[in-house]
Each structure stands twice: as C-alpha cells, then as structure tokens.
C-alpha cells in the first residue's frame, strides 16, 4: 500500500547523492543504500527509513500505508539525526500519539536522510510486526 499525503510538502528532502548506511536495532542489521536504486518502493516517502526497511525485508508496522496519518511506524533515529529532512508540523502531531515519544522520535515513512551521514535507527520493541513476526532471517 502507498501514496501522499496532500497536506505534506516534503520541500525539505534532499535525497542522498552517495551510498551510505543504516544500521537497524535491535536486530543489529546493517544495510547499505544506494541511491541509484532509489525509489526501492512506494512505501513512505522515496528514499525514506521506511522504504529502505521494506525494500530489506525490515519488519516496521505501518499502518496508514506510509502517507502520515497514524503513528505506527515510529522509530528512534539513534544516530545521524541532523542528516535528515526536517520533520513537518504534521509529523510532529503524529508523534504527539505516538508510545515512547522522545526527541529521536521520527516517523519512519516521512524521515528521508541526505546520506552525508550513516544512520543508527532503533525499531520500539512495541512495534506490532515486529513483536508478531520476529527479527528477519539473516
Ligand atoms: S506509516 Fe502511518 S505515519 Fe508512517
């Protein structure tokens, strides 16, 4: 399931001109991005945490089909934040529902990273599809 959400902008997306890496917790899974195989799908923003855990088999809920309207797929942006599109006033309502909410917090369908930086990314261990469906085979 995917789409857009008409009332984001996503102006602030610089998507990433080099490789870089997304190491996933707690399953301690490292993937590499590159961004001539961007968009890997149509789940979340092009090039989002969430497109890049789908496309690697990364069990992340998301709920509303990654357009922004729900919560369910919250993560911690543990390391290279700062290298990330800035998080809309919609973003940040979602949030505000969202367990756990902490100033890592980002949705993972709208938090596109310009790739200057790896990125540690901690999946809630509330999240429902990973409780239901356990860590990925390696
Ligand atoms: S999947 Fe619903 S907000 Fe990201």
Redesign the pocket.
């Known amino acids: 399931m995917g789409g857009s959400n008409p009332y984001l902008s996503g102006s602030e997306i610089k998507p990433p001109k080099k490789k870089y890496k997304i190491r996933f917790m707690p399953m301690n899974k490292v993937v590499e991005v590159d961004p001539a195989q961007l968009p890997f799908g149509d789940t ?1 923003l092009s090039g989002s945490i ?1 497109d890049i855990a789908m496309h690697f088999g990364i069990p992340i809920d ?12 919250h993560v911690f942006v543990k390391e290279g934040k700062e290298t990330c599109n800035e998080a809309e006033d919609f973003e940040y309502d ?1 949030l505000d529902t969202a367990p756990g909410n902490t100033i890592e917090s980002r ?4 938090c596109v990273a310009n790739g200057e930086k790896d990125l540690v990314v901690e999946i809630p261990g509330w999240n429902k599809n990973l409780a239901k469906e356990g860590e990925p085979s390696k």
């Open positions: 979340g969430l998301h709920a509303c089909g990654g357009v922004c309207a729900c919560s369910t797929c979602m949705l993972s369908c709208q």
